[in-house]
């Protein structure tokens, strides 16, 4: 979320970022003000439709609209064989997915129709690639693409673009410290490049 944020600032756009953690979102929103940007941060649950709700019609009051929309949350994903997983576990991931992009992007579209313009991000998507032990996480991706198309092919007539960015991994979220990362980076890279392109 902060590399999307500080990219849209950067371009000179007017950010919005929310999440559950104030002390994070005040310490990205610093960093843009302190470049030039301009950043607005709220405590919000993107799993909770009415605060969803309330927060975009507060942005759509302070600014008259809303041009993109990005949702990049914790899936709370638990990377084990499918074997190992209980149910719940398996689930939680496509759950959290689903739930806060549909709440999201609905909240989004409904001001962006009225206007016949805007752009849906979602991260993450279906795609062939995929490794053993990830549990429901790739499933909550190819998942995510499904809703995806749903969206598109019912708001793209009326200029509303929605766009899943792919990517094999973010290398920034390993931790330092992990005695894998050297390896998952390889393989993040590795996929990327197999992939041809970010962006379907």
Request: glycine share 12%; net charge negative.
């Amino acid at each position: 979320m902060q590399l999307v944020a500080r990219a849209f600032a950067r371009e000179g756009a007017r950010v919005y970022l929310v999440g559950r953690t104030e002390e994070k979102l005040d310490d990205v929103a610093d960093e843009i003000r302190s470049k030039g940007g301009t950043a607005e941060t709220s405590v919000v649950d993107a799993l909770d439709e009415g605060a969803v709700d309330q927060f975009v019609a507060e942005v759509v009051r302070q600014a008259g609209y809303v041009d993109i929309s990005f949702n990049l949350i914790s899936y709370e994903d638990i990377q084990k064989p499918l074997l190992a997983l209980g149910v719940e576990e398996f689930i939680q991931p496509i759950m959290n997915a689903m739930r806060s992009q549909f709440l999201t992007s609905k909240a989004a579209i409904r001001y962006m129709a009225k206007r016949g313009t805007g752009v849906i991000l979602h991260f993450g998507g279906g795609g062939p690639q995929t490794s053993p032990g990830l549990g429901g996480f790739k499933v909550a991706l190819d998942a995510i693409e499904g809703l995806r198309r749903q969206w598109a092919i019912e708001f793209g007539k009326q200029g509303i673009w929605v766009v899943t960015l792919k990517t094999g991994g973010v290398i920034e979220t390993i931790p330092m410290d992990s005695p894998e990362r050297d390896e998952i980076m390889a393989s993040i890279q590795d996929v990327n490049i197999s992939c041809g392109a970010i962006v379907d």
